[in-house]
T-cell receptor
């Protein structure tokens, strides 16, 4: 596609439920990034994939968060036992080269945990 | 103290004025610098990417990097109401390749 696509655009879930957020990067981009943005804040790094492997997952807040990119293209961010504090906009970005210097972002998934 | 500091604003300017935005950082390991624009309920959009100290110009946008002062700036000339958005600085450390560190963003309002 022309840009990074994220689905769903909005997700409301109950506390304790499991959610999956999907990211389709720009075709041919080998690097993929997940960020989380709270209201009034800049995006906060979660994880960076180079190809199929996680090059840096130091931003994942705890073991309830997990991300995969099995074929080096689409990625899924998985959150188990959701908490109200997980409510935020989850942003995905991709770049043609690693490093993050020219990363292009999707529109984000707005997650609300009630 | 945050590694990247950015005044949240809001910054209000009349149409046609120059918008001046800046960020400071504390760690000299930051070597790559980006500016993003983010409209409400949209994802960040890359405006400028610089590596070296000095100026980089792209249309109405000029990015400046002063590594000795750990200070970066973005200037928007001939501002338009469509420039009203939140502007985010972002930077990458050489020891954390791939990990963008963002400022909090400055909200800019250009009034007609």
């Amino acid at each position: 596609g022309a840009g990074v696509s994220q689905t769903p655009s909005n997700k409301v879930t109950e506390k304790g439920k499991y959610v999956e957020l999907r990211c389709d990067p720009i075709s041919g981009h080998t690097a993929l990034y997940w960020y989380r943005q709270s209201l009034g804040q800049g995006p906060e790094f979660l994880i960076y994939f180079q190809g199929t492997g996680a090059a840096d997952d130091s931003g994942l807040p705890n073991d309830r968060f997990f991300a995969v990119r099995p074929e080096g293209s689409v990625s899924t961010l998985k959150i188990q036992r959701t908490e109200r504090g997980d409510s935020a906009v989850y942003l995905c970005a991709s770049s043609s080269q690693g490093g993050g210097t020219e990363a292009f972002f999707g529109q984000g998934t707005r997650l609300t945990v009630v | 103290q945050k590694e990247v500091e950015q005044d949240p604003g809001p910054l209000s300017v009349p149409e046609g004025a120059i918008v001046s935005l800046n960020c400071t950082y504390s760690n000299s390991a930051f070597q790559y610098f980006m500016w993003y624009r983010q409209y409400s309920r949209k994802g960040p959009e890359l405006l400028m990417y610089t590596y070296s100290s000095g100026n980089k110009e792209d249309g109405r946008f000029t990015a400046q990097v002063d590594k000795s002062s750990k200070y970066i700036s973005l200037f928007i000339r001939d501002s338009q109401p469509s420039d009203s958005a939140t502007y985010l600085c972002a930077m990458i450390r050489t020891d954390s390749w791939g990990k963008l560190q963002f400022g909090a963003g400055t909200q800019v309002v250009v009034t007609p």
